[in-house]
């Protein structure tokens, strides 16, 4: 089953980790003895300071409650779609008016004992029982909906977007407010991975300004987005920074990006778990795509959301032919696999990257390919026998069965005297003739010196592959790389 929602880690900091001790302490530990309440004066004092400046930077980076959620109950939550009303203004203001009420009502009954012995004990319980309140209510609703799901209306959280209204009223905020900023819009695969693991389920990719940034006073500057864009384009930034960020993009390889109306002409079963699909450029009808470069193809409509996947052929300008393995309970392989058919109208966006261009003054060139990762190299190695450049290719797979385009790649260096082409299998059957093994031992093999390497693969692959290289003297500029 596919989730959209993705559980991943939460906790970048020490206290992110660990603040939920002190939940627990006010909350339980209060029971018996009340004045540790106390201490909640000072968090309120501090969350308020905070975000006169950052707006709700407290949520996301220490609060306490934020960790118990987001430490403790995350592995049990059913992490689903929060309800819309638990989102609404009216919520928040309906609770805000209620904890006002309450705590005012509380703190003036308690007001009536100023200066007798109990007073201290008393003040404390009023903060112990509404820690007690949150930790219960939130936990219960952090299971059923997703752990944030009480900070959609938190009080504390209402007044912070107010204290936040203020700052930037008074100008504090300009220097010291942090928001998450894209590098460059061009470069988005919109592939949804921010919004996907978004605490507060938020949706940043559809929503940057033209300045880059995301405006939302709902963002808690958690910076799980920023961990988990597969682009890396997101960082959390000032307005200054963002703005120097936006005259400096560099975003060589994407200047011909645009949108597509594309038909399915063919659909084709390669392996058990890859399809390669051939679609028909219709508006507008041709592209000037770059060998090792890739599309997005669109997934859904709302929220609007693509993958990108490589060109794996040379074909005509009019025509771009994409290879798709399914990932396991994938969102977006998924839907490709159960829906894509042949004659249905998709949306492309590309051509796209410039990670795998070629330097033109190579003259030799190593490609390692892990996986689905050869994709990209079919065109490159086409182009590669027309130039008639030193290449060699070092394809590793799991298994031999997984070997795609086996015999187009086998015939291009057959019929070309400058390609050489290894292939090298992980875990293949006891019948197996073929080279065993990891690419990284392919690697070790060879004489090096002059080459420029490009790489395509998992991540695992890449780094390691990367970290041999350079100990075996390649410079890291002769190394470019995409992971898959
Ligand atoms: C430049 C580029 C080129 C690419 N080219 C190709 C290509 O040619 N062919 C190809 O097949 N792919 C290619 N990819 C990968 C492709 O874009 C997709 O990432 C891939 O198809 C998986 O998509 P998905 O939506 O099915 O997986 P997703 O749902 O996005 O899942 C991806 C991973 O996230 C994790 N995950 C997902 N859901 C959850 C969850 N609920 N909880 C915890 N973890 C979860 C899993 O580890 C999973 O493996 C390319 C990627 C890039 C960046
Ligand atoms: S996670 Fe995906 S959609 Fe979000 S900014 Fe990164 S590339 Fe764009
Ligand atoms: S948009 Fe990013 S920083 Fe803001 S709450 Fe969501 S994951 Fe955290």
Redesign the pocket.
């Known amino acids: 089953m596919?989730?959209?929602?993705?559980?991943?880690k939460r906790a970048f900091t020490p206290i992110r980790q660990y603040a939920w001790i002190f939940t627990l302490t006010v909350a339980i530990g209060g029971l018996w003895y009340p004045r540790l309440g106390i201490l909640v004066f000072g968090v309120i004092f501090a969350l308020t300071a905070i975000s006169l400046f950052k707006g709700r930077f407290w949520c996301g980076n220490y609060c306490a409650h934020g960790s118990l959620f987001d430490q403790l109950f995350l592995p049990f939550s059913r992490?689903q779609k929060i309800p819309g009303f638990l989102k609404s203004k009216y919520t928040q203001i309906a609770v805000m008016t209620w904890f006002m009420y309450n705590l005012g009502s509380k703190f003036y009954r308690v007001s009536q004992i100023w200066g007798t012995l109990q007073f201290w004990d008393r003040l404390g319980f009023v903060f112990v029982s509404s820690y007690l309140m949150v930790t219960v209510v939130g936990g219960l609703l952090g299971l059923i909906y997703t752990p944030r799901s009480w900070c959609q209306f938190c009080p504390m959280g209402t007044m912070q977007v107010l204290m936040y209204k203020l700052g930037k009223k008074l100008g504090w905020t300009k220097q010291h407010d942090q928001k998450i900023t894209i590098e460059a819009l061009e470069k988005c695969?919109k592939?949804?991975?921010c919004a996907?693991v978004c605490p507060m389920q938020l949706v940043p990719y559809t929503e940057f300004s033209d300045k880059n940034q995301f405006d939302r006073e709902a963002c808690i500057r958690c910076i799980t987005c920023v961990d988990n864009c597969?682009?890396k384009l997101l960082t959390l930034a000032t307005a200054d920074e963002a703005a120097a960020k936006l005259h400096h993009r560099d975003f060589r390889g994407y200047e011909n990006r645009q949108r597509f109306l594309a038909v399915i002409k063919t659909v084709a079963d390669l392996a058990p778990d890859?399809r390669e699909f051939t679609l028909e450029l219709v508006d507008p009808p041709t592209s000037s795509i770059q060998p090792g470069q890739?599309f997005l193809l669109r997934?859904q409509a709302q929220p609007e959301m693509f993958?990108?996947?490589?060109?794996?052929a040379k074909t005509s300008p009019g025509v771009v032919r994409?290879?798709?393995?399914?990932?396991?309970?994938?969102?977006?392989?998924?839907?490709?696999f159960e829906s894509f058919t042949v004659g249905m109208e998709v949306v492309l966006e590309g051509p796209?990257?410039h990670?795998l261009l070629l330097d033109p003054s190579a003259r030799k060139i190593l490609l390692i390919a892990g996986g689905?990762?050869i994709?990209?190299f079919v065109p490159i190695l086409q182009h590669l026998v027309e130039t008639g450049t030193e290449t060699t290719l070092v394809y590793g797979a799991n298994t031999e069965g997984e070997f795609i385009f086996d015999d187009l790649l086998c015939s291009l260096a057959t019929e070309s005297s400058s390609i050489t082409y290894i292939k090298v299998a992980a875990n293949p059957s006891n019948s197996y003739k073929g080279r065993k093994g990891l690419v990284t031992d392919e690697i070790k093999r060879l004489t090096l010196k002059g080459y420029k390497v490009y790489m395509?693969g998992p991540k695992g692959m890449v780094e390691a592959s990367t970290r041999l290289l350079l100990e075996l003297g390649v410079s890291a500029s002769d190394i470019s790389a995409?992971?898959?």
């Open positions: 596919r989730n959209y929602f993705i559980k991943t992490n695969h592939c949804g991975k996907r597969p682009a890859i890739y997934i993958r990108a996947y490589s060109v794996s994409v290879t798709v393995k399914r990932v396991q309970n994938g969102y977006g392989t998924s839907i490709i796209m990257g990670e689905i990762g994709t990209p395509c995409e992971s898959a």
